[in-house]
């Protein structure tokens, strides 16, 4: 019974945080930082390269779970010429969690799921989570670095 009673508070508790994330209110500046990071996604998404690192800064690093060291802007284009030829994105959401600007630096965390489907069409669902910190450059955001990437299912 203490188990049942256990798992009833954690699964409440869990629902709170969840709505409270959810029901968080943004500012406009947040707002438009936010909106940056939804362009870049659907422009990734759509496989667009250059579009994609139209929107990073020239002095752009970042590290994901699957690198062994981080990548500068230059490297990061080599790989994503590779990589995007292998697939594309069939599906995608990304969530904020938090959103922090200070001056023309902004730090935003969120949560993504997608749905990758290889060049034989087989697709492959993966979820994790980003910090992205970008730069407002001459009235643009600019994704300047970021860290972050596939984490594993439980």
Known sequence: MK???G??????????????????????????????????????SK??????????HDNYLGWSNEEFLPSNKKDSKKWADYFWTKFSISIYEIKP????????????HYYYTSVRKDSEGKEKETKGRWTDILLK??????????????????
């Open 3 to 5: 188990k049942l009673i």
């Open 7 to 44: 798992f009833f508070l954690i699964t409440i508790l869990l629902f709170s945080i969840n709505t409270a994330l959810n029901a968080q209110e943004w500012n406009d500046t947040q707002k438009e930082v936010w909106k940056t990071v939804e362009a870049y996604w659907a422009i990734m």
């Open 47 to 56: 496989g667009d390269i250059e579009g994609f690192f139209s929107h990073m």
């Open 97 to 108: 969690v938090g959103i922090l600007v200070s001056g023309n630096v902004a730090i935003v």
């Open 137 to 154: 450059q001459n009235d643009k955001w600019l994704l300047f670095a970021d860290s972050g990437g596939e984490t594993e299912e439980d």
